[in-house]
């Protein structure tokens, strides 16, 4: 693809946690194609353009680490934000009050690294200024340079990325030659359908994740 684009990224720590885990966070084994894509938007998104992930390498091995972790009890009422926004008054969660503060449990990823391969398609809010050269031009520029919207991070904030862009051959995987059946992984939101979310059965070929168009029929609500 012509407007396809390359980042290696890696860290420290990473958490992409499971919806199925209620309480206490409870990593995938590697990155979702959704954490790939909140990465690329950090660095450059506009209404103009919808990133696609087209492949996620998991190039260090899979080794996870568990940690405590502060973490709060409540959660912000749905109809408060929307109170606040019609009222224009600010709003404020107090957690240091001693009752919201809870220590709990995370099973978290340690030491990571992937390249993401990836391309984005204009949209329908695309302006007669936009084009496939401008935008790429654009992510290649900030993404070497170091630049980005707000600080990306592999699923919590105290995860921060580090990242380059990636212009040459991808080294083999640490499971170069190896199949690995990941199971059921969130692949994105469906923002335009009530948020709900889609799954995908993710498969591991030679350390590669090669996620499904969100239209096929191996997503699942």
Known sequence: MAFGIKLRVWGDYACFTRPEMKVERVSYDVMTPSAARGILEAIH???AIRWVIDKIHVQRPIKFDNVRRNEVSSKISKPNPKTVMANKKPL???VDDGKNRQ???TTLLRDV?????AHFEMTEKAGAGDSVGKHLDIF?????SGQFFHQPCFGCREFPVSFELWQQEIPPSHYAGES???GYM???IDFDNDMAPMFFRATMENGIISPPSRFSKEVHA
């Not at 690294?113 to 391969?117: A, K, L, T």
């Not at 290649?140 to 070497?144: E, G, T, Y």
Request: zero cysteines; charged letters at 40%.
């Open 180 to 182: 690995k059946d990941l």
């Open 45 to 47: 998104w506009k209404p």
């Open 103 to 105: 220590q709990r449990a």
């Open 92 to 94: 404020f969660f107090i």
């Open 186 to 188: 969130l692949l994105d």
């Open 113 to 117: 690294e992937y390249v993401i391969e």
């Open 140 to 144: 290649n520029r900030r993404a070497k």
